[in-house]
Nanobody
Framework: QVQLVESGGGLVQAGGSLRLSCAAS????????ISWFRQAPGKEREFVAA???????????DYAESVKGRFTISRDNAKNTVYLQMNSLKPEDTAVYYC???????????????????WGQGTQVTVSS
């Protein structure tokens, strides 16, 4: 069982930055692949970024095209926390941001919300123009 709690959202002007945190409970946190999704009003939940365990005993980071080069996902297993550093924010980044956890996330399934077992409650990010 893993519980996820997001924080760090808020209101920021276009071009600004925010860092979101996803704090997890559970003794096996380091084994989970963690992703960030977002959902804007009236839209479907959208994949943002993933940090997943790879074959070379290292973590791999993947990003949606819309955030590549602007967002960075990272994790600190000692703190049971995953971060999403968001730079050069745009009004279209406005959404509720969720973190999610699962085993066995791959490039093929990382964007599918149905893959994920555990979800946080979300944190609101609003970017003004």
């Amino acid at each position: 069982q893993v519980q996820l709690v997001e924080s760090g959202g808020g209101l920021v002007q276009a071009g600004g930055s925010l860092r979101l945190s996803c704090a997890a409970s559970g003794h096996t946190f380091s084994s989970y692949d963690i992703s960030w999704f977002r959902q804007a009003p009236g839209k479907e939940r959208e994949f943002v970024a993933a940090i997943r365990w790879g074959h070379s005993n290292t973590y791999y980071a993947d990003y949606a095209e819309s955030v590549k080069g602007r967002f960075t996902i990272s994790r600190d297993n000692a703190k049971n926390t995953v971060y999403l550093q968001m730079n050069s924010l745009k009004p279209e980044d406005t959404a509720v941001y969720y973190c999610a956890a699962a085993f066995g996330v791959t490039i093929a399934n990382m964007a599918d919300p149905r893959k994920y077992t555990y979800w946080g409650q979300g944190t609101q990010v609003t970017v003004s123009s």
